[in-house]
């Protein structure tokens, strides 16, 4: 008979990054909040959070990331402001943010890498199994991701990544795992973990993407876990442990991803995916896809 394990209900999102790559905007602004349409990244994920049964929510932030937790605060001179012009729509619109789920905030203090600001989380996940959610990586609410990660969390115990297929001449841009195959279509059992490998040397195409749920054994390997690539403490490294010496909380399972993803870590993805969201919503898609194709005509007419 399948084990059963513990429910999971809280997530922890590292937010406590610089943004470099998004430079000036994210001079006074956090990455974070840069708007995807009309919601800032961070609130799609803490949505995926909420969507999963996860309701209790540990942010890792670092200075000059204080708008981060206003967005989740009340702001009760809008909310004034909007109920007495009679704008119900708008007014729910920000209530939404600090109704979505229990929030909490840490500081990562030095940035040392994701493995070390999964480490920040320590005192508040305890000894519970948790998920560990990337900005970066937007998943589409119809596609869910998380959820069938903690199923096989329940499952299996130990711990889950989000796996996803990527050509080999783009797997040095990511964690890489060396893979089994299991009963179930969409599982794997992943044997080995490495951090952005040469394509030469990856194990697989299996892309590690920003979705984990961990076992807090995971905790005990970080404090242990020497820098790696980069000068950081990398969480593949530490899983890298687990997938080996299963008794210190293993095994390690992949959820292989084939559903929508919308990668706002990158300018040119950022815009991608602003302009896929913005297409397929029902409010804005008929006449920005209109837009749209009345544009990329005339651009493809010019000389």
Excluded at 99 to 110: E, F
Aim: charged share 25%; proline share 7%.
């Amino acid at each position: 008979m399948t084990q059963s394990h513990p429910r999971i209900s809280k997530a922890v999102i590292p937010a406590a990054g610089l943004g470099t790559r998004f430079l000036p905007a994210t001079k006074a602004t956090p990455k974070e909040m840069l708007p995807v349409v009309d919601k800032p990244a961070i609130q799609y994920v803490v949505e995926e959070a909420v969507s999963a049964g996860l309701d209790d929510v540990l942010m890792i932030t670092g200075r000059n990331k204080r708008p981060l937790e206003d967005h989740f605060d009340r702001n009760y001179e809008l909310e004034s402001a909007l109920q007495k012009k009679g704008d119900a729509a708008r007014l729910e619109k920000v209530q939404q943010s600090s109704d979505l789920a229990t929030m909490h905030y840490v500081r990562q203090g030095d940035p040392k890498g994701l493995g070390h600001a999964v480490l920040c989380a320590a005192p508040h996940v305890g000894q519970e199994p948790f998920a560990v959610l990337l900005g970066d990586d937007l998943i589409d609410p119809r596609d869910p991701l998380l959820q069938r990660m903690t199923e096989v969390r329940e499952q299996h115990g130990g711990s889950v990544v989000a796996l996803m297929e990527v050509a080999p001449e783009q797997i040095h841009l990511y964690g890489c795992a060396a893979v089994e195959s299991t009963r179930d279509a969409d599982v794997v059992k992943v044997t080995g973990l490495v951090e952005k490998p040469d394509a030469a040397d990856a194990p697989s195409n299996y892309a590690i993407i920003g979705r984990y749920v961990l076992d807090p054994g995971i905790f005990e390997i970080l404090r242990r876990t020497e820098p790696g690539r980069g000068g950081e403490i990398q969480l593949t490294d530490a899983l890298q442990q687990l997938a080996e010496d299963e008794k210190a909380g293993g095994p390690v399972h992949g959820v292989v991803f084939k559903g929508r993803r919308y990668d706002t870590g990158d300018r040119g993805d950022y815009l991608r995916a602003i302009v896929r969201l913005a297409c397929e919503r029902e409010d804005l898609g008929p006449d920005f896809r209109s837009w749209l194709r009345s544009y990329v005509t005339e651009e493809m007419q010019q000389p």
